[in-house]
């Protein structure tokens, strides 16, 4: 399940080059990344198109595509690994993604790891109508929007707090279409609108693709659609308020914190990996499913698990 083409003049390991078109990321033989850690804070994987096969040091498995969200709370620990396999022998595999970091509070950093699934037929979609009839779909993530309420978080994220004011929206528009982002629940609430196929207009402002602004969270804005039509992410949040010390895959709140993550990782591996290989990926027609930790399998609505 990786590229049928010579790695030869690949910096394997570290290819982002987007030679011919295609990257090898840090795989060396299906792309993707193969295990790592991550302490201290949440990964929110949102699959645009593509598959994405994740293994993980508690035991966990998933393989995931478009519409499906994987979030996974590091807490004080993790090791996971998520690989794109390329499943159409005859097609170009394309994968995109969105994996968007939460920090947790002090108090949270050091939670058990949580792994949870939100399949797509699970996301509620908010549909409006313009006056023009042209239509925007809104992907609610996190944060409810419009009386619909998304699944929920794990328990000990920061989006499960309703102070948070936490949301993450997915938005297509169609080609002028307008739709008004109601104002956020707090004062304090930041918000964000990330344009990344297309362009949006607001007030005076055209936003292209590749680029963010901040928006005013306490009053409504108006999103209109480009003359293409868009795609566009809001993110949106009350900061947790406290320092934050990143390094590589550890999110903490001071210098020293990051030291021990690594110190404990060297020592521990995080609770070690019990998987053959640094880079697992699952059968070809194993389709999507969710091996927990504690052996439950799941699977999207109307679709049977398969894992051989």
């Not at 102070?163 to 008004?180: F, G, K, M």
């Not at 993110?235 to 903490?252: C, D, K, S, W």
């Not at 640094?278 to 091996?291: M, N, T």
């Amino acid at each position: 399940m990786g590229p049928d083409a010579s790695l030869e003049a690949r910096d394997i390991g570290m290819d982002f080059a987007g030679t011919d078109g295609w990257r090898m990321y840090h795989g060396s033989t299906v792309p993707g990344f193969p295990q790592h850690p991550h302490r201290g804070f949440e990964t929110v994987t949102f699959v645009r198109q593509g598959f994405i096969d994740h293994s993980d040091s508690l035991g966990a498995t998933a393989r995931f595509s478009r519409g499906d969200v994987q979030w996974l709370t590091a807490g004080h620990g993790i090791v996971h690994c998520e690989m794109f396999p390329l499943l159409d022998e005859r097609g170009p595999n394309p994968c995109e993604l969105f994996q968007i970091w939460l920090n947790l509070p002090a108090d949270d950093k050091m939670v058990d790891p949580y792994f949870t699934m939100l399949w797509d037929h699970d996301i509620p979609r908010h549909h409006a109508v313009d006056g023009d009839g042209r239509t925007t779909e809104v992907t609610v993530i996190a944060g409810a929007l419009d009386g619909l309420r998304p699944p929920s978080p794990p328990p000990n994220s920061w989006a499960s707090q309703a102070e948070a004011d936490l949301a993450i929206w997915h938005i297509v528009s169609e080609p002028n279409a307008q739709w008004t982002l109601p104002p956020a629940a707090g004062p304090e609430t930041v918000r964000t609108l990330y344009t990344f196929e297309g362009s949006v207009q607001i007030g005076e402002h055209d936003l292209e693709a590749s680029t963010g602004a901040v928006l005013r969270a306490d009053e409504p804005v108006v999103i209109v659609g480009g003359a293409n039509g868009a795609e566009a992410l809001v993110l949106q949040g009350r900061p947790i308020g406290e320092p934050v010390a990143q390094y590589g895959p550890f999110v903490m709140n001071t210098k020293a914190e990051i030291e021990t993550a690594f110190d404990d990782y060297r020592r521990t591996g995080f609770g070690g990996w019990p998987w053959p290989t640094d880079d697992p990926v699952h059968p070809r027609d194993a389709g999507r499913f969710a091996r927990h930790a504690d052996g439950r399998v799941e699977a999207p609505e109307g679709v049977s698990p398969s894992l051989s």
